[in-house]
């Protein structure tokens, strides 16, 4: 099992920025790749950003290229993604999920690829 927490969501106002957190337990976090994905309510989870477990690929949703970046340290156990530039459309409810992987794929955009999720953190960004 791989417990995960996210943490940094909050309220800002467009433009401003915010990084998230997510803390993993339980396994070596080293044998996981992560991703960020998000959730508006009515909506299927969406793929913001995955990172591979060495840190060696990235893969971002449309959505957040050129505004976000996706971060791991492995000896902290810790995937990150900064997000700048914020617009209202991304508030949502931001999620980090986890999935054993160390292929050549790297990185999974599909939620059903992923084992293990995080509770979630609001982000909301005001106009």
């Known amino acids: 099992q791989v417990q995960l927490v996210e943490s940094g969501g909050g309220l800002v106002q467009a433009g401003a920025s915010l990084r998230l957190s997510c803390a993993a337990s339980g396994r070596t976090f080293s044998n996981y790749a992560m991703g960020w994905f998000r959730q508006t309510p009515g909506k299927d989870r969406e793929f913001v950003a995955g990172?591979?477990?060495?840190?060696?690929?990235?893969s971002y949703a449309d959505s957040g290229k050129g505004r976000f970046t996706i971060s791991r340290d492995n000896a902290k156990n810790t995937v990150y993604l900064q997000m700048n530039s914020l617009k209202p459309e991304d508030t949502a409810v931001y999620f980090c999920a986890a999935v054993g992987y160390k292929g050549p794929v790297g990185v999974h955009l599909q939620a059903e690829r992923y084992d293990y999720w995080g509770q979630g953190t609001q982000v909301t960004v005001s106009s």
């Open positions: 990172i591979s477990w060495s840190g060696g690929q990235s």
